[in-house]
């Protein structure tokens, strides 16, 4: 009963892939005529913003206009509770309410990648599978930090291996150095990219040249990696890569769109240029100030950003003025 339950939940996209591993029909398709198919990432995806009221609720009516206004951009889909979404701060049934929510919204041929990862390898299945039945597509599953000094290869093998046995949907492998103080290892992402529910990772930590490595060893498996950050877009796509988690596109989605749609069409001039003009608006977004510029910028470009939840403070006045700065720099205000 608990597996039908999940399929009902699941988006039609889902329903499908979930039918090619179990042989159950869910459609016209069985496990033998989708047999060795992936499920393809390519393209461009905001960590969207979890909006707040000022009690520090979620906002869901201001998250719906979000999700309107990026309707209109040509994205591949959406990244719900990434570390841009402040998911350590929400509890486990506002990180489902939110992904539920947005899937209400997106239409069916978006990608819905859901971050589902948590400090145990147990609470990590429970929560993908709940993901799963709120109708995320993919889920995101960020490496578990909390006793780092322990996660090595082997740790996290059986961790990623645990939760991939596990899912309705294909799981993507999220490695943010910069928050989690830990790197997935390459021999730990070359193992996982074997196991058929394991379809890509999403890297933050922006070393191109473990990038392209990562694709090299990986490639005979079609494992698809996707760049953490539009910083590194450009040089991501030069090494192999397939497409972008980036912050900096919820505030110039439409850019950051168009600079894929160059790389992948070869305009490595104009591609150049562009990607240029993105560094330091995109740094102040993420490394530089964080998610609370994140917001301020989301207010400046039409969208709902709003205030953090607690502990997260706004920028004072002085991050304020280098924030504007960097985007007015660069043209873009």
């Not at 597996?3 to 009902?8: F, G």
């Not at 040509?74 to 841009?84: A, E, I, K, T, Y």
């Not at 473990?210 to 490639?219: A, N």
């Not at 919820?250 to 990607?275: M, P, T």
């Amino acid at each position: 009963m608990q597996c039908v339950r999940v399929l009902r939940g699941l988006s039609p996209l889902c329903r499908a892939q979930l039918s090619a591993w179990t042989g159950t029909r869910t459609g016209t398709r069985t496990q033998s005529q989708v047999a060795g198919t992936r499920l393809d990432l390519s393209g461009i995806y905001p960590p969207i913003a979890t909006p707040f009221t000022a009690e520090e609720e979620v906002d869901y009516p201001r998250l719906e206009g979000n999700l309107q206004k990026y309707a209109q951009i040509p994205f591949r889909g959406l990244v719900v509770q990434g570390s841009n979404g402040e998911y350590p701060y929400l509890t486990e049934q506002e990180r489902v309410e939110v992904v539920r929510t947005v899937r209400r919204s997106l239409p069916d041929h978006k990608l819905l990648m859901a971050g589902s990862g948590c400090e145990s390898t147990r609470a990590t299945v429970q929560l993908t599978e709940k993901m799963a039945a709120a109708g995320a597509d993919v889920a995101l599953v960020v490496t578990p930090c909390f006793y780092k000094g322990k996660m090595d290869s082997r740790a996290l093998i059986q961790h990623f291996t645990k939760v991939a046995d596990r899912s309705p949907v294909p799981v993507v492998l999220y490695s943010v150095p910069a928050n989690t103080g830990l790197d997935l290892p390459l021999d730990a992402v070359v193992t996982l990219s074997q196991h058929p529910n394991i379809h890509g990772l999403k890297d933050s930590g922006g070393d191109i040249s473990r990038i392209g490595l990562i694709v090299h060893k990986t490639k005979s498996q079609d494992f698809q990696v996707l760049a953490g950050s539009a910083g590194f877009l450009m040089a991501a796509y030069c090494v192999g890569a397939v497409g972008g988690v980036c912050a900096l596109a919820n505030v110039l989605g439409r850019e950051v769109c168009e600079l894929e749609r160059l790389c992948v069409s070869g305009r490595w001039q104009e591609a150049r240029v562009l990607q240029q003009r993105l560094i330091e608006p995109n740094a102040a977004v993420t490394r530089k100030l964080g998610v609370p510029a994140l917001k301020q910028a989301m207010e400046w470009f039409g969208f709902h950003g709003g205030a953090c939840r607690s502990p997260l403070q706004p920028l004072s006045q002085e991050e304020t003025l280098t924030l504007r700065k960097d985007f007015s720099n660069n043209g873009w205000l």
